[in-house]
């Protein structure tokens, strides 16, 4: 039997009495000048007709039964319905229509009984414009490698007709590697190296026992770490309910990079301090805002810095986490971004120094308050983790097309689950960078509003460090 491995088990069967554990990006794109009125509706007919060999990783999935002992194992198909994972929409209706659509395909489950994505080809968006939806079980695929998926099936040509649809197998895409760079794997990944350094595990022990102790000394005495359980309890901290909230919204890279030159910082720390004054002032107009600083769990690579023991790097990229204090207790936006940097900055090094294993072990505390408590029987103004994930995705570097249609904007939808019922994803792609947010309907019903509080924390943020025009 093709066994899953403990991770991606786990999540199937924390599935059944929690949150769909799938991932999810939106393509928006305008059709090339010489589309026909029927242009969306004959590529949903090719992408059904398509009789290319499909990827490896999306003819597979997750089965438990009698017949297996009650173990998850991976079962193959030869061939896929196409007619069930390739549907076709329409929205009669602007922005806040077609992403309220989009919260609705993302809160349905993905049937377990056959390979577990679904994508939507949708029109009827403002302009002529159509979208692109795919979502994939985090079990099949993260999130990195699913953007890496869809623009694998992208050209820099717009004159390319007659290109196959993403599920394609070109030949080159390896089956489901136990690496992964979405947040939740990104959680856990580092916990599948410690076999490797289980012949060094008195270094590992070490590692964690030094890394501990400098985060209680770094958390009294420069304010820039968090302790287990030093995040104040929020809504994004509660259950989640069956509804999801969608939105997105796109700003120029070079926005970012001004603010970047001018203040000395990364545009990561740009895009964090933007997103902490947003929940700041959410929060605060709501009279919700706690006197302490909210908290992020940031993901690090540490690609190049740890290897396992055998020396290999099978398992790809590997990530370790920092908790990032946000700020939200500053009122300066240029006071805030310092306090950013500086922690990344330190978290980074404290990452490059210790590994990814250390790095989970010494968070496993946070991680566990995070997403464990809000299902027990405890007092609701009891401390948290950390409030939400943020993270950031690559994405292509130039513009990119699909038989001619040009992809405007692409975004990444990303997990939420209990005690974690917010989740902020960024994508870089081509000159901007797209940031989506993902909630449970019941504790963000106007999650439209974080849009322009986006534009209005930049705003600031721009002139808080002397970036005009």
């Known amino acids: 039997m093709n066994l899953l491995n403990p991770l991606d088990a786990a999540m199937m069967t924390a599935e059944l009495v929690s949150s769909p554990m799938h991932v999810g990006a939106v393509l928006l ?8 009125p029927d242009f969306v509706d004959r590529l949903h007919r090719d992408a059904l007709a398509n009789e290319a060999s499909i990827d490896p990783r999306l003819r597979r999935y997750p089965h438990r039964g009698v017949d297996t002992a009650g173990i998850w194992v991976w079962r193959d ?7 069930r994972h390739c549907r076709r929409r329409r929205v009669s209706g602007g922005h806040d229509v077609f992403w309220r659509l989009i919260g609705e395909l993302d809160a349905e489950r993905l049937d377990r009984s056959c390979p577990m994505w679904m994508s939507y080809l949708i029109d009827g968006l403002e302009g002529g414009r159509f ?15 699913g953007f890496q998926m869809i623009a694998d099936a992208l050209s820099t040509n717009p004159m390319c007709r007659s290109m196959p649809p993403f599920y394609t197998d070109y030949g080159q895409r390896p089956l489901p590697s136990p690496a992964s760079t979405g947040l939740l794997h990104r959680v856990v990944a580092p916990a599948r190296l410690l076999a490797g350094v289980a012949a060094s595990g008195a270094g590992l022990i070490e590692r964690v026992i030094t890394g501990e102790l400098s985060t209680v000394v770094a958390s009294l005495v420069r304010h820039t770490t968090v302790l ?34 001018t203040a000395g910082v990364t545009g990561n720390d740009v895009i964090n301090a933007v997103l902490a004054a947003v929940l700041r002032r959410w929060l605060g107009d709501r009279r919700e805002l706690p006197t302490q600083s ?8 540490v690609r190049g810095r740890t290897h396992s023991a055998a020396g290999n790097d099978d398992y790809g990229n590997r990530f370790g986490l920092w908790l990032c204090p946000l700020g939200t207790n500053f009122d300066d936006p240029a006071a805030r971004l310092a306090m950013i940097h500086r922690s990344m900055s330190e978290g980074k090094d404290w990452v490059s120094k210790r ?9 496993a505390g946070s991680i566990a308050a995070t997403v464990i408590f809000p299902m027990l029987p405890l007092p609701q103004k009891i401390r948290t983790g950390y409030n939400l994930p943020i993270s950031h ?18 975004y990444p939808v990303s997990t939420v689950y209990d005690g974690q019922a917010l989740n902020i994803t960024t994508c870089s792609y081509a000159d901007r960078i797209g940031i989506g947010f993902v909630a449970g309907a019941d504790v ?3 999650i439209d509003s974080l849009i322009p509080l986006t534009e209005l924390a930049l705003c600031e943020l721009e002139t808080a460090v002397g970036v005009h025009g």
């Open 228 to 261: 287990p359980l030093g995040a104040p309890r929020t809504r994004f901290n509660g259950r989640l309910g069956p509804a999801r909230a969608v939105c997105a919204g796109s700003w120029p890279k070079d926005r970012i990079r001004a603010v970047q030159r």
């Open 393 to 410: 995705v690559p994405g292509p570097r130039d513009e990119m097309y699909f038989n001619g249609a040009h992809v405007e904007e692409m």
């Open 77 to 83: 198909v030869d061939t896929v319905d196409l007619s």
């Open 29 to 36: 794109l305008s059709p090339p000048a010489d589309a026909g």
């Open 444 to 446: 963000l019903r106007d």
């Open 355 to 363: 590994g990814s294993a250390a790095s989970l072990l010494t968070t």
């Open 294 to 301: 909210l908290v992020a769990i940031c993901p690090i690579t």
């Open 131 to 145: 979208a692109f939806y795919v979502k994939v079980h985090h079990t099949i695929i993260d999130g990195v490698a």
